[in-house]
T-cell receptor, first 112, second 113 residues
C-alpha cells in the first residue's frame, strides 16, 4: 500500500521567515495531494491541494510543489505569522472519493 | 465552502455504555464518509469507510461490532462506540468527500471513565 513520509516532524521559525515541509510517497498511482492544517483540539482544515497534472500551485502565502518523477511534494509558507503555528499534514489519494494516506505531521511553531 | 459538522464535540461516558457520534455534510452530498481516530501528537488513523446505503468497510484491526457505522443518507453518517472502555478514549474525526476534496469535521473528544 501507499506510504507517505513527512519531514521535519517539528519546525520552529521566526515570524516573517519561510517554512518548508516535505513529503515523499511510494505509490506512483497517487494523483491528488492535499495539505491540512490542524490546530489543537480541532479537525484538520484543507489549506491547499494539487493534482498530478500540475507542478506548482500558489494561494497567497502558501504554495505547494509536486515532483511526480521523484515522488515528492512540498508545502511552502512565506512571511510566516504566529497564527500559522499548528500541525500540518500532507496526504495522498489515488482516485476521487478514495481514502487518503497521511504523513505523520509537522508541528510548526512561529515565534513572534 | 464545504462544511462538515460533528455532534457532540465532546462526551464523557461510563465504562460499558454506548456513545453515538453524528457526522453531517451541511452544504453538499457525500456518498462516502470516513471515520478516523487520533491519539495525542499522532497522525490520523483511518477506522472505516462509510458508503451511503451499504455496509461500512473497516480497516484491519478495527472491531466492526464495537464501532458501528451507519450511513443512512447522503448527508449523515453515525459512529456508535458500543460497550465503551477507557482505552476507547480518543479524538474521533469524520470526513466527507466532495469530488476530490475531503473535508473534515471538528472532531469529537470521547472520554470513558
Amino acid at each position: 500500500g501507499e506510504n507517505v513520509e513527512q519531514h521535519p516532524s517539528t519546525l520552529s521559525v521566526q515570524e516573517g521567515d519561510s517554512a518548508v515541509i516535505k513529503c515523499t510517497y511510494s505509490d506512483s498511482a497517487s494523483n491528488y495531494f492535499p495539505w491540512y492544517k490542524q490546530e489543537l483540539g480541532k479537525g484538520p482544515q484543507l489549506i491547499i491541494d494539487i493534482r498530478s497534472n500540475v507542478g506548482e500551485k500558489k494561494d497567497q502565502r502558501i504554495a505547494v510543489t509536486l515532483n511526480k518523477t521523484a515522488k515528492h511534494f512540498s508545502l511552502h509558507i512565506t512571511e510566516t505569522q504566529p497564527e500559522d503555528s499548528a500541525v500540518y499534514f500532507c496526504a495522498t489519494q489515488i482516485t476521487s472519493g478514495s481514502r487518503l494516506t497521511f504523513g505523520e505531521g509537522t508541528q510548526l511553531t512561529v515565534n513572534p | 465552502g464545504a462544511v462538515v459538522s460533528q455532534h457532540p464535540s465532546w462526551v464523557i461516558c461510563k465504562s460499558g455504555t454506548s456513545v453515538k457520534i453524528e457526522c453531517r455534510s451541511l452544504d453538499f452530498q457525500a456518498t462516502t464518509m470516513f471515520w478516523y481516530r487520533q491519539f495525542p501528537k499522532q497522525s490520523l488513523m483511518l477506522m472505516a469507510t462509510s458508503n451511503e446505503g451499504s455496509k461500512a468497510t473497516y480497516e484491519q484491526g478495527v472491531e466492526k461490532d464495537k464501532f458501528l457505522i451507519n450511513h443512512a443518507s447522503l448527508t449523515l453518517s453515525t459512529l456508535t462506540v458500543t460497550s465503551a472502555h477507557p482505552e476507547d478514549s480518543s479524538f474521533y474525526i469524520c470526513s466527507a468527500n466532495s469530488d476530490y476534496e475531503q473535508y473534515f469535521g471538528p472532531g469529537t473528544r470521547l472520554t470513558v471513565t
